[in-house]
Structure formats: structure tokens, C-alpha cells
């Protein structure tokens, strides 16, 4: 009989009951993140709750994780300018642009939680014992922005036009909302439903269509004209004859008024039959076989996490490859974005449409750690491939089902990036007060979220080394809205405005350039008659710990801690220290 599952209230069984956890030293802008998943994942706090947490247990031993700025950076601000997030964010509007939201602080802080379950793990199994474990924001957000830094490294230019422009759309009757389909055909019909120029839709599909990997999509004026003019309800006649999604942007406010209070993963223990195997090696994961059915960014990006830990980590792919090794720009023959979440991977061609390949895929899974997938809804009951169809033949199995929206909201739209944006107001929460809302561009929510499954599938396996389950595990891009907008949530709540003030995370133009102040400092004079670095000398003179911002991430290659893998691709340093 299956146990209930894990959540905030009700719980019955998590990866670290009976372990306690203290925190030392000065707080950090992660640590608040920290305390909290420790705390949804069972373990009880005991005296301070920041600076470097100590966790310990009968069965474990002890292990100290924290997070740090890494060299450069000072705060939340000057990560995102040294790492490149402020100029990918910016594509869109043309400049680098501050994320009003502590993603860097809020990836930094997953990645710590990943390393301590990840120790934790490997000191159960018999292996190197990792007394501290530590992630840097640098670090971090250099691997949130990894696929744009392989693309600026790759051997060619890119696939799509680098330059302003995108959505969200604003009817007549002024709804901003966001559109989404995956299918030219749709696209096409939806825009002439508009009345849109037959050019102005076939020039606009490509750049719409490689947002996702370009962080812009300069498609004609001509297409905002056509929403322009058109009534919102038009706009949902449109989008229902052709088969379009749409979503006006919520709110901070409104999602804080239907917020459940769920964490951002559950966990389902199954029966105990898991007998646990020693396998002694310096890597935490090493022995464990993780197969992977994924697409696009989310699920690939959870098990690339899993392989730097040791995991073998196995592709199932179509017959004829992932179609995206293909996709420009390319290092030696192979698409660079791809290289950046699938490198060291193997692959498996797998035809789930037939009855033969399905029955081969239940084998493979049946010896296998970690099955994860990040399928349509009900894709995988359908092929007879979800949970209840594989855990008879493998009790230890960690299934995992990195989601849209984990069955959440029944009137959700389709479950991609910007859509999960738009809906759970993460466009507000971007954006400071002097700016209208707008979903970041930059695959936020598909990098959280990814970050999010790998955490959800190592508190799985370290629940399954504890007590001999196996376990589901659910981790969605809701739930990584939801982390990333919490403390902007919480104000709403309140009452308060859960907006940042005004020109918030703004860099400053220089003569040649930008910089970016610590978001504590005050804005100094205007500094455009300045070069960079009479600027930089300056706000050194002022006692502050200003930093160049990117905006070119070829400059990445050579000056951060980047190397180049056997294609000839970047590639960002594992995001821990072990020790």
C-alpha cells in the first residue's frame, strides 16, 4: 500500500526526518531558501537559521552547506551583471536589464540543497565522505544562462536574429497577455483570424518560434498593429479557431489569493523493497542509472545535474535522434545549445508510439534508478508508461514528472515558460515599479525548474537510502514560479506593494558601456560622459563595489571559469565545491 505523499501539512515521511539543522555565521540572500526546503524536507531547526547550515543525523554523520558570491560578485545585483544575466534578460528591450527577482540568490540556493542531499546520499552509500558542500552565485548563474553562452561560443552565428523586440501583446481594450503555440500551422491561423499581413506571419514565425533560445523575438510591428486593434474577445475567438494558447498576465496579487501553499515538489514513497548497494567512489551518484525521456530545457537540464553528480544518464530518444542536435548554431556538426544540457549523455532510440519499443522501455526502466520524463499531461498514463505501470516491475524505482503545472489549476493554459510566467505573475515580479509587467524572455522558469526536478529526484533517492522506498517524485515550472516569487508574493499578500521602487536593478550607461551598483548603494550622477572604467574607479573611491556588466557573452569564454568540451563547445563549471 502506498504511503502518503510528502507536503507542507499532513506530512508522513521525508528524506530528512530526524536530522536537525543549524545555521552560523552572517545571513546570505540564499540562506532564507535553504532553511526552508531543509525544513519542507524534514529535518528540524535548531538555533540559527543563516550563514553556513550544519546538518546532522544518527545515520549520516554531519555536513555543512552554504553559499557564497563567488570573486566578483558582491550581492544579487553584481552577479546577475558578471554573469551575463543582465544582458540576456535585456535582449528584448535592446539593453542589459536588472531581474527585479533574486534569481540568482534563489538558483544558488537550490544548487546548495542539491549538494548537501547529494553528500548526504553519497555518505550513506559508503562512498568519499563530503563533509561541506558549497554553491556559488556566480557559478549559479553562469549554468543559468549556459545555453546562451554554448550558442555565443559555437562555431557559427545564430539561428535567429539577435535583437528588440517580443511579446507580451496588449489588445484595444488593453489586456496584456502572452501567445503560445508550437506549431507554424496554428500560428499562421491566428494571425489571420487578426486580419495580420501574410508577410508580416511568415517573417514573424521564426523569431517567435526561437524565442526560447535567442531571448528576443523581433517579429514585424505589423503583428502588434494587428492585437492593437482587435478586442480581447476577439483575441479568444482567434486563439480558439486556431488552436492557440493566450493568457492575460496575472498578477502578484492574484496569485497570492489562490496560492495552495504547496511546495515546489512532492514526494511519494512506495513500498520498501530498495536494498541499498555500496558503490565507494569520489562522485555521489556514481552507480546509479538515470533515464531520461525529456525535451526542450526543463527535464535535460535536471538530469545534466544528475550526471555531474555521477549518474550514467540515458536519452530515450525518437527514431532518428532528438531533432534538436540539430539545431543551430553548431560545434563540430552538433547543435551548441544541446551540447549545454545533453554532453555526456547516452542515447537510446525509442519509438514510444509502438506496442515493441514501449515493452523495451518498461525493461530498461525496470533496471534503472530514476526514470523522468517531462511529457504532455496524461502522455504517459496513455503510452502505459506513468508510475503505476512501471513501479510493480522495479519497487526502488525514483519516477519523476517535471511538469507545467503538476495538476494544480484546473484552468491553467498550456504549460510552457512564458505561459507559467504570464499566469502566476512572475511579469510583475521582473519588472520594477516604473516598468509595465512583462515575462522575462530569458527561459527562466525552464532553468529553475530543471533546477527543481534535480533537487526533487536527489531528495528521492536519498528517501529511498533511508528507508528502502521508491518514490514518485512531482516538481513543475508552477512550483519554480512560485520559489521565485515568494518574497514578492508574501508582500502582496500583505497589502504591500510587492513591486521593487523604481529604476531597481538598473545598470548605468557609461561612455562605453554599463555598470552595475550593489542594490543597496544610491545612484550616483550621470556617468554617460565616463568610460567603464573611470566609472568603476569612481564608485571605488565611494566605498563601492560597482562591477562591469556583460553584454557580450563571448567575453565570458575567456574570462570566467569556462572550458571547452570534446565538441569544442563551452561549457560552465560544475555548479559545487565538495570537500
Request: hydrophobic share 45%; glycine share 12%; net charge negative.
Amino acid at each position: 500500500m502506498a504511503t502518503p505523499a510528502i507536503s507542507a501539512v499532513g506530512r508522513t515521511a521525508g528524506p530528512l526526518d530526524g536530522l536537525r539543522f543549524e545555521g552560523s555565521g552572517p545571513p546570505g540572500a540564499a540562506d532564507a531558501l535553504v532553511a526552508e526546503h531543509l525544513r519542507l524536507l524534514g529535518a528540524q531547526s535548531h538555533g540559527a537559521s543563516g550563514g553556513r547550515f550544519t546538518v546532522t543525523g544518527r545515520d549520516v554523520g554531519e555536513v555543512i552547506t552554504g553559499t557564497s558570491w563567488g570573486a566578483t560578485a558582491t550581492d544579487e545585483a553584481t552577479a546577475q551583471a558578471a554573469t551575463g544575466i543582465m544582458a540576456v534578460h535585456g535582449r528584448r528591450d535592446g539593453a542589459p536589464r536588472g531581474l527585479a527577482v533574486d534569481y540568482a540568490a534563489t538558483a544558488t540556493g537550490v544548487l546548495a540543497v542539491q549538494g548537501l542531499l547529494a553528500g548526504l546520499l553519497a555518505g550513506l552509500r559508503g562512498g568519499r565522505r563530503i563533509a561541506q558542500v558549497e554553491a556559488s552565485a556566480e557559478r549559479a548563474g553562469l549554468l543559468t544562462v549556459s545555453q546562451y553562452l554554448a550558442a555565443a561560443g559555437a562555431e557559427e552565428g545564430e539561428a535567429a536574429e539577435l535583437s528588440a523586440g517580443g511579446p507580451p501583446f496588449t489588445s484595444v481594450d488593453g489586456t496584456v497577455f502572452e501567445l503560445e503555440t508550437l506549431d507554424p500551422g496554428v500560428w499562421a491561423a491566428f494571425w489571420r483570424a487578426l486580419g495580420a499581413p501574410e508577410e508580416a506571419i511568415r517573417r514573424g514565425w521564426r523569431p517567435f518560434q526561437f524565442r526560447y533560445a535567442t531571448a528576443c523575438a523581433p517579429f514585424p510591428e505589423t503583428l502588434h498593429q494587428a492585437v492593437r486593434a482587435s478586442p480581447w474577445q476577439r483575441i479568444r475567438d482567434a486563439a480558439t479557431s486556431s488552436g492557440a494558447d493566450v493568457c492575460p498576465l496575472r498578477s502578484l496579487g492574484d496569485r497570492a489569493a489562490e496560492y495552495d501553499g504547496a511546495p515546489p515538489w512532492q514526494l511519494t514513497p512506495h513500498e520498501a523493497t530498495y536494498a541499498a548497494a555500496r558503490v565507494p567512489d569520489d562522485l555521489p551518484l556514481a552507480g546509479f542509472t538515470v533515464l531520461e525521456a525529456g525535451r526542450r530545457i526543463q527535464a535535460p537540464l535536471a538530469t545534466h545535474l544528475l550526471g555531474l553528480l555521477g549518474a550514467e544518464v540515458i536519452r530515450i530518444e525518437p527514431p532518428g535522434g532528438d531533432p534538436l542536435r540539430g539545431m543551430p548554431p553548431a560545434c563540430s556538426g552538433i547543435s551548441a545549445r544541446w551540447l549545454a544540457l545533453n554532453r555526456g549523455k547516452k542515447a537510446v532510440e525509442v519509438d514510444i508510439k509502438s506496442p515493441s519499443d514501449r515493452k523495451r522501455l518498461r525493461e530498461m526502466t525496470a533496471d534503472s534508478d530514476v526514470f523522468l520524463h517531462n511529457w504532455a499531461p496524461g502522455k504517459a498514463a496513455e503510452l502505459g508508461l506513468d508510475h503505476d505501470d512501471l513501479a510493480p516491475a522495479n519497487r526502488a524505482l525514483v519516477y519523476a514528472y517535471t511538469s507545467g503545472w503538476a495538476g494544480r489549476l484546473a484552468d491553467a493554459p498550456m504549460g510552457t515558460d512564458f505561459m507559467v510566467q504570464a499566469r502566476t505573475g512572475v511579469g510583475e515580479a521582473v519588472r520594477p515599479a516604473d516598468e509595465p509587467p512583462a515575462p522575462s524572455l530569458m527561459t527562466l522558469l525552464d532553468v529553475l525548474g530543471g533546477l527543481l526536478g534535480a533537487e526533487a529526484v536527489l531528495a528521492g533517492l536519498l528517501l529511498r537510502e533511508r528507508t528502502g522506498h521508491g518514490v514518485r517524485v512531482d516538481s513543475s515550472l508552477l512550483g519554480a514560479a512560485d520559489v521565485l516569487t515568494a518574497p514578492a508574493r508574501a508582500r502582496a499578500a500583505q497589502g504591500l506593494d510587492p513591486r521593487r521602487p523604481a529604476g531597481f536593478r538598473r545598470p548605468l550607461r557609461t561612455a562605453d558601456g554599463w555598470i552595475a551598483l550593489p542594490d543597496h548603494s544610491a545612484i550616483p550622477h550621470d556617468l554617460s560622459g565616463q568610460s567603464t572604467d573611470q566609472a568603476l574607479g569612481r564608485m571605488r573611491d565611494h566605498g563601492l563595489a560597482a562591477v562591469p556588466v556583460v553584454t557580450d557573452l563571448a567575453d565570458l569564454l575567456s574570462a570566467a571559469p569556462i572550458s571547452r568540451d570534446a565538441h569544442g563547445a563551452p561549457a560552465v563549471p560544475t555548479p559545487w565545491s565538495f570537500a
